[in-house]
């Protein structure tokens, strides 16, 4: 009898504590759910406006209390998608993202900070081997889960570009990245 | 030379926009050329952005000229001329405006359907024309190359004719569509 109390009392006190522990800890572990998100970007090419998309990529974002704080980016160069069998070839060369050579892109954020609009992670981006800091500027809606934001990049700044290529007036230097991103909690 | 036409003589507008257009096709020849031969790169991309540019032009002159020549009266044909060759004038001639307008639609299809929107020497983004569509380019790359071959056929036989009328029949056909010169009776 004593035995089954202290049990009863155990598994109680165990129960109690991981509720009280479920109910402060917001700390939570976001993934990418990739079908229902977009990683999409903007160049010019000839003076028109011109758009692609990346098809693999891996997004994971923690959250501490109820503040990211923590984002990494890894990009599947060679699943770049500009809409063009030629360009997306052309794309994937030596003198342009290298892809046998540098398969993935990389950001990791080193702080989150909380802008008038959501928030600014600041980090180290790598592509084509060349990593710099940058400032990635996202909302995100942990109800949803969903992460959204823009950030603009020279190309040139990577190294995007050897020898004719790199040339901007017929193939801009600034790339415009547009994420739309749903994330769903693991833990 | 008046700014319109006369029954007669192709006046300063028209006689501008056939020789500037002249000289745009002959340039987007060798654009065209040019640009093939290219290897990928900045520099191809940059001459067929000339190549369209150039050709959205001609498509706008074009569309200018049938006004101008709705507008105004056309110089007649040599009454010397036989029912035949006045035939044959007119399909050459309707044959040249149908490629002015068919060459620039077909290159600026064949481009939306590949998906490479054009800008008007940068200034001016266009619309695209059609959707990306990789069948329809292909059918829009042979056709405006089967055209290109069609131009320059026309283009033979009318220059043929000008220089027959001018050279052999020694009438002002060719004459009134040059500038600087003067008609035999003025």
Redesign the interface.
């Known amino acids: 009898m004593r035995l089954l109390v202290s049990s009863v009392v155990s598994l109680l006190a165990a129960a109690l504590a991981a509720g009280a522990a479920g109910a402060v800890a917001a700390d939570a572990h976001y993934t990418l759910d990739a079908a229902k998100s977009t990683l999409e970007y903007q160049f010019t090419?000839?003076?028109?406006?011109?758009k692609g998309k990346f098809t693999k990529y891996a997004v994971t974002l923690d959250v501490a209390g109820d503040a990211p704080s923590k984002l990494d980016v890894v990009i599947e160069m060679g699943s770049l998608d500009?809409?063009?069998k030629?360009r997306d070839d052309?794309l994937k060369t030596a003198d342009l993202f290298s892809v046998a050579k540098f398969p993935q892109s990389h950001f990791t954020s080193t702080q989150i900070t909380r802008t008038a609009n959501g928030y600014d992670a600041v980090g180290k981006l790598t592509i084509r081997g060349v990593t710099r800091d940058v400032h990635v500027p996202f909302t995100f809606s942990p109800a949803n889960g969903s992460l959204l934001g823009q950030v603009t990049l020279r190309r040139l700044d990577y190294g995007v570009g050897q020898g004719?290529?790199k040339?901007t007036?017929?193939?801009g230097n600034d790339v415009a990245v547009t994420y739309a991103l749903h994330l769903v909690a693991g833990h | 030379m008046s700014i319109r036409n006369t029954p007669t003589r192709w006046g300063h507008i028209a006689q501008s926009l056939h020789w500037l257009i002249v000289i745009l096709i002959i340039i987007q020849v060798i654009l065209a050329t040019i640009a093939d031969d290219l290897p990928?790169?900045?520099?191809k991309?940059?001459v067929?952005?000339w190549h369209?540019s150039v050709g959205i032009t001609i498509l706008s002159l074009a569309v200018l000229r049938l006004l101008w020549r709705w507008a105004n009266p056309t110089p007649e044909l040599p009454s010397t001329l036989k029912p035949y060759e006045r035939m044959l004038a007119k399909v050459t001639h309707f044959g040249l405006y149908l490629l002015l307008f068919a060459q620039p639609l077909t290159g600026w299809m064949m481009t939306s359907a590949?998906?490479?929107?054009?800008?008007w020497?940068?200034?001016l983004?266009?619309p695209d024309f059609v959707p990306?569509n990789q069948a329809l380019y292909n059918a829009m790359k042979e056709t405006h190359d089967t055209l290109a071959l069609a131009l320059y056929v026309i283009v033979f036989l009318h220059v043929a004719a000008a220089l027959k009328h001018h050279f052999f029949l020694k009438d002002d056909v060719l004459r009134r569509m040059l500038p600087f010169t003067k008609r035999k009776s003025e």
């Not at chain 1, 090419?45 to 011109?50: D, E, K, V």
């Not at chain 2, 990928?40 to 520099?43: A, D, E, F, L, T």
């Not at chain 2, 590949?114 to 800008?119: L, N």
Request: hydrophobic share 35%.
């Open positions: 090419q000839a003076g028109a406006l011109n500009t809409g063009d030629e052309t004719d290529w040339a007036d017929q193939v | 990928i790169g900045p520099k991309i940059e067929y952005a369209k590949r998906g490479f929107p054009v800008s020497f940068g200034f983004q266009l990306k």
